[in-house]
């Protein structure tokens, strides 16, 4: 847990998946993409659980979830790579520190696990968070990202 937190903002990692957990990412996901559902309590487990991803969670004083973030960690031939993915601060939260808590824990983490960089994407309509990255040392790339849009298995019956 960071200890430079905004008053009040306290960052965790999730090990349990509780309904308490669940009913935050019902209500965080759909603020972050009107494509993809919310996470069931498995798919969450499986995030949880899973070796290369640290799953955290951003509460207030009163212990309410109010924003989340994943870190995911994987070695490639050149080295460990850090990227954080799926950054959302309820919409009633935001400017009062929480996604700004959840960056610079998932950076710490990385920095710890030995990564040398931390990426990170965002829509240019994000524009405080677009701001708060750059305000915390993350400056845009001259890349390309692309994407290719893979055909749902079909599930077993």
Known sequence: MIDDSPPGITVSEIGEITPELVEAFDRLIPQLSSSSPPPSHAELTEIAAAPGSVLLVARTPGGAIVGSLTLALFRVPTGLRAWIEDVVVDESSRGAG?????????????SSAGARSVDLTSRPSREAANRLYQRLGFEPRTTNVYRRALETPPEDS
């Open 98 to 110: 929480a996604g700004e808590s959840l960056v610079v824990e998932a950076v710490h983490r990385a």
